[in-house]
């Protein structure tokens, strides 16, 4: 009788000693997992010195543009070119019947302030752009040769994939036209006859910018 009750005794203790150290694992890890994940959202982004960037959408606006920054956790400096002449828009605004464009690009300085580090998220920023349009008249052997000088403000937003990002952004400035002048085609002789018109104007644009941050 005494043998009996001394193997039940072990069996209930043994099997609180084993649910009692199940719970204490249990509570440990419940315990655990909260810090975890607390230091993983705490993580910082990693910095971030720049990027470079393509411009694809500049298809149907003002010219695709590639270009690059660089800067600090908010601040940075860029620098961009755009093949004018195969924007939609700008075959649309800058052509009349009959005429085409040579080569026309455009130059741009900008600084950008991000409102959150690692040059993420909102941003605001100022640029200035230097665009050199070239226009033919085929028939009349004339082209036409006209500078502006674009500032304009911006507001956009990055979205950060890891190294990659997508950045959207719109602007709007003013359009000045610094100098301009026609100049005749080999074989033309007609180029007194015309005038460069002056297409000063208001200014905007938009951007998507495909780029990868170092």
Do not use: K
């Amino acid at each position: 009788m005494n043998r009996r009750i001394a193997t039940w005794s072990c069996v209930v203790v043994c099997s609180i000693g084993v649910s009692t150290g199940r719970e204490a694992r249990a509570e440990e890890a419940a315990r655990a997992a909260p810090r975890e994940e607390t230091a993983l959202r705490d993580e910082p982004e990693r910095a971030v010195l720049g990027s470079a960037f393509v411009d694809p959408a500049g298809l149907l606006l003002f010219g695709p543009r590639v270009g690059g920054e660089l800067g600090g956790e908010r601040w940075t400096v860029g620098a961009s070119a755009r093949v004018f002449h195969w924007g939609l828009i700008s075959r649309a605004l800058f052509l009349q019947e009959e005429w085409s464009f040579a080569f026309s690009y455009g130059v741009a300085l900008r600084g950008r302030y991000y409102l959150q580090p690692a040059q993420r998220g909102l941003h605001l920023g100022v640029a200035a752009e230097l665009l050199a349009t070239n226009v033919e008249q085929a028939a009349e052997r004339v082209v036409t040769h006209s500078f502006y000088g674009v500032p304009h403000i911006e507001v956009g937003y990055r979205l950060p994939f890891g190294s990659f990002y997508i950045d959207g952004s719109a602007g709007a400035g003013y359009a000045f036209q610094l100098a301009s002048r026609v100049d005749d085609l080999p074989g033309g002789s007609s180029a007194q006859l015309y005038e460069a018109a002056d297409e000063s104007n208001v200014y905007a644009s938009a951007a998507l910018d495909l780029g990868l941050r170092f």
